[in-house]
Structure formats: C-alpha cells, structure tokens
C-alpha cells in the first residue's frame, strides 16, 4: 500500500489550502442542521468483512442517538465513502471535508492507509476518529502529537495479550517456535513483540522457521509445508484477513494443527469461518475489544448483538465495536462541550479538547482517550471451545484485559518499554 511522495505532497498541498479555506470561510452551523459525519471504511477487498462490521455499528448507533435527540439537539447524517488504496482515500478523504462540509471524519482500518492519510487531517485540520489501524510504524512516529486526528488502541496490544496468555498457561510445554504473519508491518511487529516478551520473561525457546506470506495470499501451501517440516511446538500468527480461514483449511489437512500449541491473537476478525471442522479446541485465540458470545457483556452489548444477528443474520467483530466507540466518543464530547459553553454549540477545538480524557461505555466495555490521542479500550482473549451452539468455534475459557496494560504509555519507544514494563500475567 505504498504511495509516492509526489502524491502525498500533492495532497498535503490541497489539505493545506482547505485547512485555510475552512478556517476563514466556514460560518458557524445552525442548531436545527444535522451533524454530518464522514466515514471511510471498505466494502470490497480483503477488508471487506470488518469495513461493514463496522459501516452497520455506525449505522446502529446513529439510528439510536437519532432516537434520542441525536447530538446535542442536532440529528446525525453519515457520509459513506469507501477506504481503498492510500491515493483514493486521501481524495475521498478531501471530497468529505471540502464538499460534503462533513464536522467528524471516522474509519479506516488499514494501516498502510492511516499512515498516508495522517499528515493529510492534520494539514486539513479537520477531526478524524480511526477505527483501527494504529501499529508501531504508525505511532513511532510519523505524527508524533497529532491535534486533529485520534487512534485506535496500539495494534500490537493483541500480541502482547496473547504473549502474556501463552507464557501464563504453556510456561515449560514448549520450546520450538514458528510464525506465519503477513508481510507488512501489523504481522512484523506483532511477531517480533511476541519473541521480545519470550526473551523478556527468559522464557527458553528456539524459532525454527519464520513464513510471511503476502498480504491476502490465499495459496498457503507452501507455507503451511515449510512449518509442517519445522515440526514446531508452538506457532504463533496474527493472519486475521480472509486468508486466516484458508490457512486453518491447509493445516488441518496436513495434520499440522495436531498436537501443536497455536497462538491467534488476532482470529476474531475471521470468528464465524473459523469452523470447528477445521480449528481445534485449545487454541489461544484473540477477538480482540468485542466478544459477541461474551456472557458477561452489558445490556448495551446484547442489545447491539441480538440486533446484529437478527437484521444481518451474522455475528459482529471487533470492528463493530471499534466503530461504536468512534461515533459514541464523538457524540460525548460534543455534548461535553457544548454544556461548558451553556448550551451553544462548539468549536471543533472545543470538541477536541473534551475528547482527550474522555471515558465512554462501548459495545466491549469503557474506552478512553488518553492526551496523545490514543484510545484505551479492553480486550478479550481465551481458548477455543466446540461445545457451543454454533459451527464454529468459540471461547471455552476467556480473560480481559485493559489496553493502560498492554500498550507504551505517551511519548515511550515500543521496543525499549516492552523491556522494563511491569506486565501482569
């Protein structure tokens, strides 16, 4: 997902001139306009699943909000534009600021997208919530104090999690370790994150094979014989797109899945094809900040299940709750300063300045905003079961855990934290 440096100048040179434009052009909106509200998600390609999962959570949300006054008196009016390649989000991106007027841009999940498109908001100076999409690469540091743009917890909090979890329950039962991750940066840091905490909590173990497949390549086999010949004890992925399912298919077939220790802390994404046919009982496997089967999950959440099950006959991932959180979040803010301000409504720096530190109830429990504008959220992850009532698997055994618990605090170099942090397992 790679963009030229002529086309990102090209767009940071018409963000800048609409940042302008904005600036001394926009009057202040009347009370009884709807709040527009942008978002950019995928609906084609590998992206697809969780782009909708996330396009109907928004679409729930505002339909609720709506109900009850919808913000601060003013009804919400979504924009849908699809997220794609770097280049055509960026144009969408402008097109929802400048000609559709939007006051909130949310989405994006992509990370090769978030870390083009964020110099983009800050020269545009327009609010953006994304959903996802928020690794290493892109938190240290292409924008290290972002005004206008606010991101998803560290996408490398699963890989802790699982890390965390492994050693907790498999500590002494296995030595030899493979990984098969995406090649591109989410699948390399989460790899490397996982080997650090082994390293961390001298836990002994020898990687006998390392597999990085391109993103979305959906012939494994090659892969899946190279780990097979490794004979691992534990294989560690954070696959999560529509390749996840087809890599389970070829494993299982080659008798790879037996008797091996797997670590998926990223599964969620893929949940109802993961089939029990397929995936084993046992598996360490992450849903990430929403487990629909959670039996401890709020009325908010039940809610939002029964609905989601009951209009798209499906079951939601965590790109649903991710969504919620963004539009929930923006929503509290705005009413938050708004009521500062007596009543009338506020600046966008007003919004902004509510936003950082603000806690909400979400589809997976509370999230917040810390002051780098990186969200704190919470996540699930646990061992796979077959006794349940659907055809494919689900979480036998499960724990939480708060992202102020898996992530660097403001300011702190990933790799060097991940060294002295006090994590507890």
């Known amino acids: 997902m790679a963009i030229s440096r002529r086309t990102l100048l090209k767009s940071a040179a018409a963000a800048g001139a609409l940042a302008v434009s904005r600036d001394v052009c926009a009057p202040a909106l009347a009370q009884n306009k709807p709040v527009r509200i942008g978002i950019l998600a995928p609906r084609s390609g590998i992206a697809a699943a969780p782009g909708e999962n996330g396009i109907r959570a928004t679409q729930w949300a505002a339909e609720k909000f709506n109900a009850q006054g919808g913000i601060a008196g003013r009804k919400i009016e979504l924009v849908i534009e699809e997220e794609s390649s770097p280049k055509d989000t960026i144009e969408r991106f402008s097109r929802l600021v400048q000609q559709e007027k939007v006051d909130c841009v949310q989405g994006i999940i992509s990370t090769g997208v978030g870390l083009a498109l964020g110099p983009t908001v800050e020269e545009a100076r327009a609010l953006t919530i994304y959903w996802d999409g928020t690794t290493q690469d892109g938190v240290d540091e292409k924008i290290p104090n972002p005004r206008y743009l606010f991101r998803s917890t560290d996408n490398e909090c699963e890989a802790i999690m699982s890390s965390l979890l492994a050693i907790k329950n498999w500590k002494g039962k296995f030595v030899t370790v493979a990984g098969v991750n995406p090649d591109y940066s989410y699948g390399r840091n989460n790899m490397a994150a996982f080997i650090a905490l082994l390293k961390r909590f001298n836990i002994e173990h020898r990687v006998v094979t390392e597999q990085w497949p391109k993103v979305g390549t959906m012939d494994l086999t090659s892969h899946v014989a190279a780990l097979k010949a490794a004979k ?5 992925t954070s696959m999560l797109f529509a390749d996840l399912p087809v890599f389970m298919k ?6 790879l899945t037996e008797g091996t220790k797997l670590v998926f802390p990223a599964a969620g994404w893929q ?25 401890n999950a709020s009325p908010l959440a039940k809610e939002f299940d029964a609905w989601y099950e009951k209009t798209h006959k499906d079951y939601p991932e965590w790109e649903a709750d991710r969504a919620y959180f963004a539009i929930a979040s923006y929503k509290a803010a705005v009413e938050k300063a708004a009521k500062a301000k007596g009543g009338s409504w506020p600046s966008q720096d007003d919004v902004i300045d509510a936003m950082v530190g603000l806690t909400v109830e979400s589809l997976g429990g509370n999230g917040s905003w810390r002051k780098d504008h990186i969200a704190d959220q919470t996540f699930v992850q646990g061992f796979t079961t077959h006794n349940n009532k659907y055809d494919f698997v689900t979480l036998g055994s499960f724990e939480t855990m708060y992202s102020a618990d898996l992530q660097k605090p403001p300011g702190a170099n990933f790799w060097e934290w991940i060294k002295t942090a006090q994590f507890k397992i």
Do not use: S
Not at 232 to 236: E, G, K, T, V, Y
Not at 250 to 255: D, K, P
Not at 271 to 289: A, R
């Open 232 to 236: 691992p004890d534990l294989i560690f």
């Open 250 to 255: 070829q494993a299982h077939a080659a008798g």
């Open 271 to 295: 949940h109802t094809l993961m089939k029990k046919e397929f995936t084993p009982e046992g598996m360490l496997f992450g849903h990430n900040t929403l487990y629909f089967d959670n039996p």
